[in-house]
């Protein structure tokens, strides 16, 4: 089975502020590697497939890189409605979602 | 509009059986593979079960074999997680979502709670 790790796991930031999530998996997944945004008592909403391509309707400042074993997620300019957990997922052998990041403002 | 609703939550006690089901409008649900995800409370994410299209492939997370079973019905474009042997850890939020890898369309997730 395929282990994903996040850090942080949690973290609080400004308004405007860059923010950077990691997401390591315990083998090579290619790229086969999504970032999910989820708000409390809402349904998970896709980000980025495919480890970084922005979904259609998500706003710019969103982006993900990296390939293997070791990817990122940045927010350019954290906004006040970026309140919410963001999970990774790989999908290279069944799936797995990583234990989630909970970004607060400051 | 693209939408998916799942139905048949509840609370059952350890060791029963429920049924959810799960149904598709606004896209051509026989083209896609389907998965059940759920969320146990304040914890995180579990992908439990996908089925392909024509349902001749369907895959489980480890500590449901055995007990649950996807299945899919096309012509009724709709989704079904039938959980068996139910126990306390499987209590959660259970949602479905299109797809085998990226997961773009969820439904708004149905609460299974199980417990004496």
């Known amino acids: 089975d395929i282990q994903m790790t996040q850090s942080p796991s949690s973290l609080s930031a400004s308004v405007g502020d860059r923010v950077t999530i990691t997401c390591q998996a315990s083998?090579?997944?290619?790229?086969?590697l999504n970032w999910y945004q989820q708000k409390p008592g809402k349904a998970p909403k896709l980000l980025i497939y495919?480890?970084?391509n922005l979904e259609t309707g998500v706003p710019s400042r969103f982006s993900g890189s990296g390939s293997g074993t070791d990817f990122t997620f940045t927010i350019s300019s954290l906004q006040p409605e970026d309140i919410a957990t963001y999970y990774c997922?790989?999908?290279?052998?069944?799936?797995?979602f990583g234990p989630g990041t909970k970004v607060d403002i400051k | 509009e693209v939408q998916l609703v799942e139905s048949g939550g509840g609370l059952v006690q350890p060791g029963g059986s429920l049924r959810l089901s799960c149904a598709a409008s606004?896209?051509?649900?026989?083209?896609?593979?389907m998965s059940w995800v759920r969320q146990a409370p304040g914890k995180g994410l579990e992908w439990v079960a996908n089925?392909?299209?024509?349902?001749?492939?369907?895959y489980y997370v480890d500590s449901v074999k055995g007990r649950f079973t996807i299945s899919r019905d096309n012509a009724k474009n709709s989704l079904y997680l039938q959980m068996n042997s139910l126990r306390a850890e499987d209590t959660a939020v259970y949602y479905c979502?299109?797809?085998?890898?990226?997961?773009?369309?969820w439904g708004q997730g149905t609460m299974v709670t199980v417990s004496s």
């Open positions: 979502a299109n797809g085998r890898g990226a997961f773009d369309i």
């Open positions: 606004g896209f051509t649900f026989s083209s896609y593979w």
């Open positions: 089925i392909k299209q024509d349902g001749s492939e369907k």
């Open positions: 083998q090579d997944i290619s790229n086969y």
């Open positions: 495919d480890a970084s």
């Open positions: 997922q790989q999908y290279d052998n069944l799936l797995t």
